[in-house]
């Protein structure tokens, strides 16, 4: 079953949302509903979801700005804004943001099926190209424990045999588990985690890179700056500098 959460600051349409869900008969859940990004964010470092429905404005956080914020910190769901604006430029800027689709509200059962299914068949067929099977729900349950564990250990050091002991697990069968779920071994998959602590690092605080390269346990700076520009393609004073206004603006406003 793949799990959802809803966005957005009225009780009375994350009802909506989730009983149009349910309409739909797909094979998804909504698990939680938040009722702004800032709080969905807190809620993200303890739990997992597959996608995420999140409405394009609301106090504290909108749904852009979380957009924004999750990719940041290394978040990877499927974003569909739900807006109440039948106005072309939301939806372009909502799909620039990394949203996956944009629904109308309120948004009918039919309009959610489509939009779900494509969600799922697309998933499925990226499953397939990458020749990867799927997962039942006890392995996706432990995989979700386990990458909940990595992203708590940031920036420490994380060893696969210290995550598996901490879940109970053989960490040959966890490291079997990473392949099979994400493609790559579970060294690579904390490296690029650790990565995208970093970018998350340069554009939300005024910490020296030397110090962010510290913090992530790189002992030397030139190594972790090579490091960097291989993974996002510029060093990290280059991409501090290219950080996007709105995120810069939320650094000033945090320190």
């Not at 504290?60 to 914020?69: N, P, V």
């Not at 799927?134 to 909940?148: G, Y």
């Not at 605080?205 to 790189?218: A, F, N, Q």
Request: with cysteine; glycine share 6%; proline share 5%.
């Amino acid at each position: 079953m793949n799990r959802i959460l809803i966005l957005d600051d009225e009780r009375w349409v994350r009802t909506s949302l989730r009983r149009v869900v349910e309409l739909t008969g797909l094979p998804v859940q909504v698990v939680h509903e938040c009722a702004d990004g800032l709080s969905a964010l807190d809620w993200l470092k303890q739990e997992s979801v597959e996608l995420i429905l999140a409405d394009i404005r609301m106090p504290i956080m909108d749904g852009l700005a979380f957009i924004e914020q999750l990719r940041q910190i290394g978040g990877r769901q499927d974003v569909v804004i739900i807006s109440g604006y039948d106005d072309f430029s939301y939806a372009q800027t909502a799909m620039r943001f990394g949203a996956m689709d944009y629904l109308l509200k309120p948004v009918e059962p039919d309009d959610m099926r489509k939009c779900l299914g494509k969600w799922l068949e697309r998933n499925a067929e990226a499953a397939e190209q990458a020749g990867m099977p799927k997962l039942d729900a006890q392995e996706q349950s432990t995989f979700e424990r386990v990458a909940r564990c990595v992203r708590e250990g940031l920036p420490g050091p994380l060893a696969l045999k210290d995550i598996a002991a901490q879940v109970h697990l053989n960490p040959s069968y966890l490291s079997q588990l990473f392949k099979r779920h994400t493609g790559k071994a579970f060294s690579d998959y904390v490296a690029e985690a650790r990565l995208e602590e970093a970018k998350r690092l340069l554009s939300r605080t005024s910490l020296r890179i030397s110090d962010i390269s510290d913090r992530l346990g790189y002992a030397d700076l030139a190594y972790f700056s090579s490091v960097f520009k291989k993974y996002t393609g510029l060093p990290p004073s280059e991409y501090r500098k290219r950080c996007p206004q709105p995120t810069r603006d939320i650094c000033c406003r945090e320190k």
